[in-house]
């Protein structure tokens, strides 16, 4: 299953909603994560299930979508949100991941 | 507390073996499926294998196959991956990650690099 991630990098404001998008290349159901990674840092998940919020993520992050396409959204972006995020599927083996989001601040 | 705690990456040459480990803790390391995922440089992140609790089934990314396997010691609370005929692009930082959810934390992770 291919995964494609848009866009690929991205400068945003402080406050401003930051959408990203991940697009399976067959059904996935809602079998999708999201993980943001800092730089020089372990990735961490946002996001499970789709939409299912990690405990102790900030609630300005949020995911939806199911089958083939999917969203991460930040509400309203924060400084400390400048990172690379990707999202992956574990529908089915092997699992595969986006080619990442990088996000910056303008 | 849940931990994972890699090992054995280093630097070896092209067609060189290595061994990584990854000692867990603070979960019922039988319970869950467990996997390797990897970042070579400058690059995304790579799924790399897994092995499932129940029946130790194992899947690989198509780069690997037939040159790596994955292997648990449940009793040890332990997750392997014997590395063989190493290749340059198999260099990265590799990460043992729970469950079928790539659940969190990550561990640290532990570094490969594949040169002459």
């Known amino acids: 299953i291919q995964m494609t991630q848009s866009p690929s990098a991205m400068s945003a404001s402080v406050g401003d909603r930051v959408t990203i998008t991940c697009r399976a290349s067959?059904?996935?159901?809602?079998?999708l994560t999201w993980f943001q990674q800092k730089p020089g840092k372990v990735p961490k998940r946002l996001i499970y299930?789709?939409?299912s919020l990690q405990s102790e993520v900030p609630s300005r992050f949020s995911g939806s979508g199911s089958g083939t396409e999917f969203t991460l959204t930040i509400s309203s972006l924060q400084p400390e949100d400048l990172a690379t995020y990707y999202c992956?599927?574990?529908?089915?083996?092997?699992?595969?991941f986006g080619g990442g989001t990088k996000v910056e601040i303008k | 507390e849940v931990q994972l705690l890699e090992s054995g990456g280093g630097l070896v040459q092209p067609g060189g073996s290595l061994r990584l480990s990854c000692a867990a803790s603070?979960?019922?390391?039988?319970?869950?499926?467990m996997n390797w995922v990897r970042q070579a440089p400058g690059k995304g992140l790579e799924w790399v294998s897994a092995?499932?609790?129940?029946?130790?089934?194992?899947f690989y990314t198509d780069s690997v196959k037939g040159r790596f396997t994955i292997s648990r010691d449940n009793s040890k609370s332990t997750l392997y991956l014997q590395m063989k005929n190493l290749k340059a692009e198999d260099t990265a930082v590799y990460y043992c990650?729970?469950?079928?959810?790539?659940?969190?934390?990550w561990g640290q992770g532990t570094r490969v690099t594949v040169s002459s």
């Open positions: 990650v729970k469950g079928q959810w790539l659940d969190p934390p």
């Open positions: 299930a789709a939409s």
């Open positions: 092995i499932t609790s129940l029946d130790s089934s194992t």
């Open positions: 992956v599927q574990h529908h089915t083996y092997p699992f595969t």
């Open positions: 603070g979960f019922t390391f039988s319970d869950h499926a």
């Open positions: 067959q059904d996935i159901s809602g079998f």
